[in-house]
């Protein structure tokens, strides 16, 4: 059991990141951070990542949540949220969203599409203050 969240080191992915903590909280459950990297990535934007993550588990571990990092390499991201969250029995996953024109609004990116669909639990969707 637990919470999963698509992370990025974006405005979308720390709001993501952040809902994900409050959620753990008031469900007194883990999280699951979940970062897709393509397998191909280059060296330096690996060191990016692992740095980024770094300062992710930091925060998870100052919010004093029970917490999980996996960095996965299959290159799909909706394809790895949505195995984790039916890996771990999530209870909930966490996306961040862009902010989007009245016409984009439409329009939902595919990969958030395909997690809204196909997550075997609820979908939290936030977007990042302004």
């Known amino acids: 059991m637990g919470i999963v969240v698509g992370y990025l080191a974006t405005p979308e992915g720390r709001a993501a990141l952040g809902a994900a903590i409050e959620e753990a909280r008031q469900r007194d459950t883990r999280v699951v951070v979940v970062v897709s990297e393509r397998p191909d990535a280059p060296e330096e934007q690996r060191n990016a990542i692992e ?16 917490h999980e990092v996996r960095l996965l390499t299959g290159g799909d991201v909706a394809d790895d949220l949505i195995a984790t969250a039916e890996e771990i029995g999530a209870q909930l996953v966490v996306l961040g969203l862009r902010r989007r024109s009245p016409v984009g609004k439409l329009i939902l990116g595919a990969n958030a599409q395909r997690v809204l669909f196909d997550a075997p639990c609820p979908v939290l969707t936030v977007k990042p203050d302004l």
């Open 51 to 66: 740095a980024e993550l770094d300062r992710v588990r930091a925060q998870l571990s100052s919010a004093d949540v029970d």
